[in-house]
Every structure is written in structure tokens, then in C-alpha cells.
């Protein structure tokens, strides 16, 4: 279920990044391991509780969920990308699980019964709404009264490495679009704790909390993974897929240097990573 908002992130994630998100799914489960554990835990997710997974994506915190709540929970999960559902979907059946409910659609607008749920946890999936404080205002009736909130996002473009390394290093290189303003739909639109702040509150939410949680982020396995995440699903997937010729060999010799600069002695890139694990509850 849909109305006009969110367009274009709903068409972003359903194009070819969408596909290459599912397709790599356990490793970007590898990748963001640390996000998900400190969400989980910031949430207090427990036995028997029922959670929604908001921007659940190819499923891996929807499963780690499954796994805390035992099969007295529940897990409702929610997104708007069909491929990366579909994986889910996938790994869901895989693990035998019987406590998951995957639902294609925009939790900005999806027509929640009230005290669906008792908390709302959130992976890297927050800030893409067009107007997140309406999102959240929408959202917050369908959690029990002092229902817990937890979301992973992104801090400070300078701060993360992981994605800002390789660009760095390829920009001249490549026709780089124009990176999205502070409050606009996009990885880092949720750096401003203030911000964060004004949107949490907007919606009743109390107690609203910011922790940060610094680490390295591990690019897959390989040399090999990461340069496939940098070139398939990171911020330069789009730029390098429409360069050919001498500038698309530079840019990726310029992008291979700094992932082999980043290669720790186990054969595994690392480079810096920083979130803030955001917390809140229903009045």
C-alpha cells in the first residue's frame, strides 16, 4: 500500500540496487552484524514479544528477531523493495521459521491496527522516508503504550569510511550525482541528532535517546567481496555503471587501493563505520 510519498525510494529499491542488495544479502548481514545487535539489545527484545521490523530488506534482522522473540513472538517486517522481500521470504522458509510475517509496502502509509505491536526496531532503514516525522506520528499508535523504539542510522558522511573511502578515492573519475541535502531521504539524513530529535518528538514519542556505536565495518569476506559491495551496492554502483573505457578502469584501480590499504592480515577489508543506536517509546 502506497500513496505519492517515498516515489522515488520505492523505485530506487526496486531497480537493479534492490536486485544486488538481495542478491548479496548475507553479506551485508556480515556487514552491519554490530548494528543489529546493538538495535536488538537497545530495544530489549525479549520472548514472546511482537516486534516490527521497519525496512526489514532481505531479512537478516527479521530473523535475528525470530530468534530472540522464540515462537511466541511474532515478527511483522515490512518494505517496499519486491526483491529484497523475496529473499527474505527465501532465508525465512530456509530457517523453518513460522513466527514471520513479510509484508510488501510503505510503512509510512501501511494501515497498522492499533497495539499491533510491542516494540519497533529499524536497521539502516529510517532515514529514507520523505517525511519521517509524519512516518513516525502514523507509526506510533501501532505499538502498546510504552511500546520501545530502536533504530540504527548512519552518522556523518566524514565519519563513515566504509562508504566515503572508495568515493574519495574514484570521484575524479567518475560524474558523481549531487550528493542529498541534510534533511533529504538518504543514508545520512539522520546524522543530526537534533534533528533526530525534533522528528521523535513531533510524533509523542518520550525518552528519546542517542548512543554511538563506533566500528569497522567488515566489506564481505574477501578482497574480492569487497570490491564487489563498493561496485554493486555502495554509493559509486550507480556512477560506475555508467562510465566505460579509461575513466571506469581508473576509477576501479583507485577504488582497489583502498580497499588493499583497508586488508587486514585475515583477508578481510575493514574500514570505519559510525552509527548512532536511536531510542524512544510510546507515552
Avoid at 500500500?1 to 529499491?13: R, V, Y
Avoid at 517496499?80 to 530457517?95: G, I, K, N, W
Avoid at 577504488?255 to 575493514?270: A, K, P, S
Wanted: proline letters at 7%.
Amino acid at each position: 500500500m502506497t500513496d505519492d510519498t517515498n516515489m522515488d525510494q520505492i523505485e530506487f529499491w526496486n531497480g537493479d540496487h534492490g536486485s544486488a542488495w538481495a542478491r548479496h544479502a548475507d553479506i551485508v548481514d556480515i556487514m552491519f552484524a554490530e548494528i543489529t545487535e546493538a538495535v536488538l539489545n537497545a530495544a530489549d527484545i525479549s520472548p514472546g514479544d511482537r516486534v516490527l521490523d521497519l525496512g526489514c530488506g532481505s531479512g537478516g534482522t527479521s530473523l535475528a528477531i525470530a530468534e530472540r522473540v522464540t515462537p511466541v513472538g511474532s515478527v511483522t517486517a515490512i518494505d517496499v523493495s519486491a526483491p529484497m522481500l523475496e529473499r527474505a521470504r527465501q532465508r525465512s522458509d530456509a530457517a523453518q521459521l513460522v513466527n514471520v510475517d513479510f509484508l510488501l509496502g510503505d510503512a509510512s502509509v501501511y494501515p497498522f491496527a492499533a497495539s499491533s505491536f510491542d516494540a519497533m526496531v529499524s536497521r539502516l532503514g529510517a532515514m529514507f522516508f520523505d517525511d519521517p516525522a509524519d512516518t513516525f506520528r502514523r507509526l506510533a499508535p501501532s505499538l502498546d503504550p510504552g511500546g520501545r523504539i530502536a533504530l540504527g542510522v548512519w552518522r556523518g558522511p566524514r565519519e563513515n569510511l566504509w562508504a566515503m573511502g572508495p568515493v574519495a578515492a574514484a570521484r575524479e573519475f567518475l560524474d558523481m550525482p549531487p550528493r542529498p541535502g541534510p534533511e533529504e531521504p538518504g543514508p545520512f539524513s539522520f546524522a543530526d541528532p537534533d534533528r533526530v530529535r525534533r522528528i521523535l518528538g513531533s510524533a509523542g514519542l518520550t525518552d528519546i535517546g542517542l548512543a554511538p556505536l563506533d566500528f569497522e565495518v567488515p566489506l564481505g569476506r574477501t578482497l574480492e567481496e569487497a570490491l564487489n559491495f563498493v561496485m554493486e551496492m555502495g554509493p559509486l554502483s550507480a556512477p560506475l555503471g555508467n562510465v566505460t573505457g579509461e575513466n571506469r578502469r581508473k576509477a576501479i584501480a583507485a577504488i582497489t587501493d583502498v580497499l588493499e590499504e583497508n586488508q587486514d592480515e585475515d583477508g578481510i577489508v575493514r574500514l570505519a563505520g559510525a552509527c548512532w543506536i536511536v531510542t524512544a517509546r510510546t507515552p
